[in-house]
């Protein structure tokens, strides 16, 4: 089981970005809730956006929510973060996670199983 994102790197400020995250090893269908977050230097990493297995539900934290949008085709194995108006405060390491060990709970990291590498999202202002 593996995840793996990218699409990460250099943006203005009022860019977009589109990541990915590409899963191997087991269909992410399957793995019900994927969630994306994202961890600036010196901070905690946070929760960013999550989607339900059949990507009916979305869920966007209040920093992002009207600038990104989380999708997913389970056909591609893939789930895919939008990132529009970006501003430098967005700047991290964007990770993508998977398999709740307790359903509901989407906001927290320690609550998912699976982590891909990360993939770095600059903002230059």
């Known amino acids: 089981v593996q995840l793996q994102a990218f699409g990460g790197g250099l943006v203005q400020t009022g860019g977009s970005l589109r990541l990915s995250c590409v899963a191997s090893g087991r269909a992410f269908s399957s793995y019900a809730t994927v969630g994306w977050f994202r961890q600036a230097p010196g901070k905690e990493r946070e929760f960013v956006a999550a989607?339900?297995?059949?990507?009916?539900?979305?869920y966007v934290a209040d920093a992002v929510k009207g600038r990104f949008a989380i999708s997913r085709d389970n056909a591609k194995n893939t789930v895919y973060l939008q990132m529009n108006s970006l501003k430098p405060e967005d700047a991290a390491i964007y990770y993508c996670a998977a398999g709740l060990r307790y359903s509901g709970i989407y906001t927290r990291s320690n609550n998912y199983k699976y982590w891909g590498q990360g993939t770095l999202v600059t903002v230059s202002s």
């Open positions: 989607i339900s297995d059949s990507g009916a539900s979305t």
